[in-house]
């Protein structure tokens, strides 16, 4: 685990399964129908409960790319979900980096607004839509360190799914944290 502090905020990587986080809100890798899908996805559904989760992802109808909606967490140990649609990767030239960097703002704004103090993101957008990894993690830690100087999070944390990620997420943190 890598953990930084940018005043009174925590940053931290580290190696899990995110539905086993205990914290106010964890985000998921969601798609524009909010459907449910695999990957962490459907991690969430599952440790959530499938039906009460659809039912709610239902009513708010659906997401575009770039931006986030808010549901409870029901079984799990977060009391929110935030649902993120990151993009799909295609060949970097159509708007990939400000739509990944749009998902993690907007998740950021909503979460603030819903009164989450600790919040923990899966590596969006790398696993099944593609982004390249080094890339989106440069994305990922600066829109941390930006959240971070709000001043309006406690813990933030980049929740990776090898150490493999969690060591790019951890090299992108501290040389981002400090140049
Ligand atoms: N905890 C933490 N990270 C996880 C977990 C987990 N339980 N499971 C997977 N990951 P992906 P995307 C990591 O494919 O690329 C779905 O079908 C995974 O290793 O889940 O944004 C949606 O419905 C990778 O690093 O999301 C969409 O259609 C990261 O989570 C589409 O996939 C993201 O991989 C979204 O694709």
Redesign the pocket.
């Known amino acids: 685990m890598t953990t930084i502090r940018r005043g009174d905020t925590a940053i931290e990587v580290i190696t ?4 086993t986080l205990e914290v106010d809100a964890v985000v998921n ?3 524009q129908q909010l ?10 559904h599952r440790a959530a409960g499938k039906a009460r989760l659809q039912e709610a992802c239902r009513t708010i109808g659906g997401c575009p790319t770039g931006e986030a909606r808010i549901t409870e967490g029901f079984d799990l140990p977060a009391r929110s979900i935030v649902h993120a649609v ?1 993009p ?1 990767w295609k060949d970097g030239t159509k708007g990939e980096d400000d739509l990944l960097a749009g998902a993690y703002r907007h998740s950021f704004t909503l979460a603030a607004e819903h009164g989450v103090r600790s919040i923990a993101f ?10 390249p ?1 080094e890339r989106a993690a440069t994305i990922a830690v600066l829109q941390c360190l930006a959240a971070a100087d709000s001043g309006k999070f406690e813990r933030i944390v980049l ?4 150490s493999e ?1 969690a060591e790019i997420h951890a090299s992108a943190l501290t040389r981002e944290a400090t140049s």
């Open positions: 899990a399964d995110i539905t890798a969601a798609n459907k449910g899908g695999g990957g962490v996805d459907g991690a969430i990151g799909r899966p590596a969006i957008s790398t696993g099944i839509y593609g982004f990894k929740c990776c799914f090898s990620d």
